[in-house]
T-cell receptor, first 113, second 117 residues
Framework: GQQLNQSPQSMFIQEGEDVSMNCTSSSIFNTWLWYKQDPGEGPVLLIALYKAGELTSNGRLTAQFGITRKDSFLNISASIPSDVGIYFCAGFNSGGSNYKLTFGKGTLLTVNP | GAGVSQSPRYKVAKRGQDVALRCDPISGHVSLFWYQQALGQGPEFLTYFQNEAQLDKSGLPSDRFFAERPEGSVSTLKIQRTQQEDSAVYLC???????????????FGEGSRLTVL
């Protein structure tokens, strides 16, 4: 099935550094979401974006919904060891009979203390 | 319960065996989803229930896959005559009502990891 293009695939950073990752799609979505998955766990929602151009923050996380509706980025500032995990973007078109999220392949983040 | 509960957490099956994976959604959650996550990939949609009604099963990869939610709470995903390509983590997610379904905000379980030998 379709998956979104996420980059980078993996990142190795030092504690305290800022991180940026992005996600692109060949098709338009009216909702973008960012989830985080820890090993052996299910994904957990971090941020949801519902409007093109929207910039939303959740603590040290900031995400933006691209103007074209085909992309989104996630920034993490001042990374800490517990930020380690896999970050997934997901696109969604609400309304009608569509219920499914389309996920990217994920960005694996490693933070060295 | 406090979260979405899935069992078994791990299942090893021989090729050709049937398996059943169970999902207990958050109490009162109307919407329930199954996703399949292959190694190194993001989750892929399998099917969606609203209460006991299966409204979308477009993601089920073959007729060997069958899901049910007879009383609108617990759901079972059954895979018949398992193949090696069925090896994956099967994630269940729930959502409290139609509003949160329309926002894409889902609560995922820990998943059931299926390995087919």
């Amino acid at each position: 099935g379709q998956q979104l293009n996420q980059s980078p695939q993996s990142m190795f950073i030092q504690e305290g550094e800022d991180v940026s990752m992005n996600c692109t799609s060949s098709s338009i979505f009216n909702t973008w979401l960012w989830y985080k998955q820890d090993p052996g766990e299910g994904p957990v929602l971090l941020i949801a974006l519902y409007k093109a151009g929207e910039l939303t923050s959740n603590g040290r996380l900031t995400a933006q919904f691209g103007i074209t509706r085909k992309d989104s980025f996630l920034n993490i500032s001042a990374s800490i060891p517990s930020d380690v995990g896999i970050y997934f973007c997901a696109g969604f078109n609400s309304g009608g009979s569509n219920y499914k999220l389309t996920f990217g392949k994920g960005t694996l983040l490693t933070v060295n203390p | 319960g406090a979260g979405v509960s899935q069992s078994p957490r791990y299942k090893v099956a021989k090729r050709g065996q049937d398996v059943a994976l169970r999902c207990d959604p958050i109490s009162g959650h109307v919407s329930l989803f199954w996703y399949q996550q292959a190694l190194g990939q993001g989750p892929e949609f399998l099917t969606y229930f609203q209460n006991e009604a299966q409204l979308d099963k477009s993601g089920l990869p073959s007729d060997r896959f069958f899901a049910e939610r007879p009383e609108g709470s617990v759901s079972t995903l059954k895979i018949q005559r398992t193949q090696q390509e069925d090896s994956a983590v099967y994630l269940c997610a729930s959502s409290s009502n139609l509003m949160t379904v329309n926002t894409g905000e889902l609560f995922f379980g820990e998943g059931s990891r299926l390995t087919v030998l």
